[in-house]
Structure formats: C-alpha cells, structure tokens
C-alpha cells in the first residue's frame, strides 16, 4: 500500500516545496520507492529544487488528459534509483485537473508499487491545494512560527478534517502533523518568536520536524539539490530527522536551543 | 516606569503573537462548523438593525446550533441599555 503524503500550509513561502523535495530525496535514501508530485499548475517549481528541470518532458496535466503515459512523464532522479518526480503543467487552464484524473494517477503509482508519494500542494485554499489533500493518508503541515503562517495552517487543518475522501467516507482522518521551518531558537529564547509549544498550543497538533532559520536552504535551491542531501547542514540533519519520525523511529529534536558559541567562536567561525 | 527600562529585553511580542492567534482561531473556527453565508447574514443583519436601533458590532450572534435532528438558526440580539 502506498502512503500518500500531502504537504501543505494555506500560506505561500513557507516551505512546502523544499520540504516535499527534502522529504522524498530522505524516504528514498532509506530505500523506499517514492513518487513527488507537484500540484501548482501554473507555477511549476518542484522541478528546480530537485534539479531536474531541464528534463521535463511531460508532465501531471499531459498524464491526466491522456498525452502521456505516466511511465513517460515521471522524470528518475540522478541521485536515487528509487525517487520520481512529477512536474506541474505551466498551463494557465486551472480545471486542468480534475479529481479522477489525480486519482487515477495515485491509484497507478500505488499499482506500481509505490511506498510513498508526497503531494506537493499548492499555496491557497483553491482547486490545486484541495486535490493535493483530498486523497492523503498523512499531511504535513509546513508553519512558520509567524502569525499568518499559522492562522493559515488553523484554515488548512479544517480543510484536511473535512474536505478529504477519508473525512468523507469516515475511514478515519488525515493523520497531521506539523514541520516548523525557519525557527530561530535564539529568537524565541528572547520572546520574539513564537516557540514549539506555541505553535503546538494554538494548532493542537504535534510536530514532527523543526528546521532552523539556515542560509543553507537557499544555497541548496540555488544548486537544485534538496538541503537534506547537505548533511552537514543543520537543515538537512533537521529534515532528516523528520524523515526518520515519518517512518515511525523517535527522535528527541535538535538545534531547537540557542547556539552558545562565545563571541571568539564566532569571530573565527570555530 | 524605571530609568533603566531601556535595558530591559524588548517586549514579548510572542506572547502577544500567541493570543492574538488563540482568539482569532477560536473565532474562525466556530464560524468554519457553519455555513458560509453566517458571517454575511449576521453583516447584513446588523445593518438592518441599526436601522433602528443603535446597538454595537458584536450585538448579534448569529449560529447555527442542532436540535435533535434539525439545524436551528439562533439569531440573538443585545439592544443597548436604555439611557
């Protein structure tokens, strides 16, 4: 059974697309065979961050209306025998999908043994990000620790606990949890940021990853190489640990405490 | 206010960022459970009441609350006390 992981926030910016990039390149260095979709038709930008951008033949939308197979239009990555990326359309039709289209797609990925597809949503409220959620399993909800942020996440986990085919049907609900992204630890230690247990309070959910504020991140967009691949950064070890706590292992949180390097350390970047 | 106040760490503004969020949320979340014209009828409600009757913002509460196995919009108002 494939695991259909949807990973939204309502706000734009926040992270949803270095996440799905992180978290498929993670599952698939643990061997599983897994599929990342993006679901921003229009705005096609999954691709970049995997890296892969220049070999998008086909995409989600050509599958969908019959243009290509699904075989053609998954593009293998380069560094993971097991990892496939799906590209947005850059159409400017937003009915271009369709919810037995998406379905169809997932149930195919799922037939051809699939362990994980992660769904990579779209900002909004609108069609995209809604049929990113509506066939999920598991949904990571990316916040920042910033007011907008989480009150667009609070609009999101409405949404996942009423308008999926599990709230639907009463199989159960969309398993949520969130993933913090730019924290500051040193910024919450002097009250200017919310903290983990902030956040946590106002959503009522649990986080399964904390990835620290990091210049890493950008540095790994500009290369095109997910920042989970940078294991020296505390980025990626951050995301990796989120990739372990999604596949059941538990493990305490790091770089959530303020840096006490001493000013010389700093100085001479010890 | 003391004349080292200036030293002190900047205000807690996560704080105030944390009830902001919990009162706004508690807010949209009982509106979300209804239908989507609530918060238009309860808008269009207070301006025909003001009509005639000065009463503030917040006077009419507009829900919609299950009785048995019926929906029942409850529509309450709060007029002013009278001067």
Known sequence: MAEIIVVTSGKGGVGKTTTSASLACGLARRGKKVA?????????????????????????????????????????????????????????????????????????????????????????????AFLAMYFA?????????????????????????????????????????????????????TGEMLSITDVEEVLGLKTIGVVPESTDVLNASNKGEPVILDLESNAGQAYDDAVARLMGEDRPMRFTQPDRKGFFNKLFGG | MGMFDFLRAKKNTASIAKDRLRIIIAQERSNLGGPDYLPLLRRELLEVIRKYVSVDADAVKVDVVKDGEHDVLDISVALPERA
Not at chain 1, 59 to 67: A, K, L, P, S, W
Not at chain 1, 156 to 168: F, N
Not at chain 1, 177 to 187: E, H, K, V
């Open chain 1, 137 to 189: 399993d598991q949904a990571v909800v990316v916040v920042n620790p910033e007011v907008s942020s989480v009150r667009d996440s609070d609009r999101i986990l409405g949404l996942l606990a009423s308008k999926t085919r599990k709230a639907e049907s009463s199989e159960g609900e969309v398993k949520a949890s969130l993933l913090l992204t730019r924290y500051s630890p040193s910024r919450v230690e």
């Open chain 1, 36 to 128: 990342v979709i993006d679901f921003d038709v229009g705005l096609r930008n999954l691709d970049l961050i995997m890296g892969c951008e220049r070999r998008v033949v086909y995409d989600f939308v050509n599958v969908i209306q019959g243009e290509a197979t699904l075989k053609q239009a998954l593009i293998k990555d380069k560094r993971f025998d097991t990892l496939f990326i799906l590209a947005a359309s850059q159409t400017r039709d937003k009915d271009a999908l369709s919810t037995e289209g998406v379905e169809k797609v997932l149930k195919d990925l799922a037939d051809d043994g699939f362990d994980y597809i992660v769904c990579d949503s779209p900002a909004g409220i609108e069609k995209g």
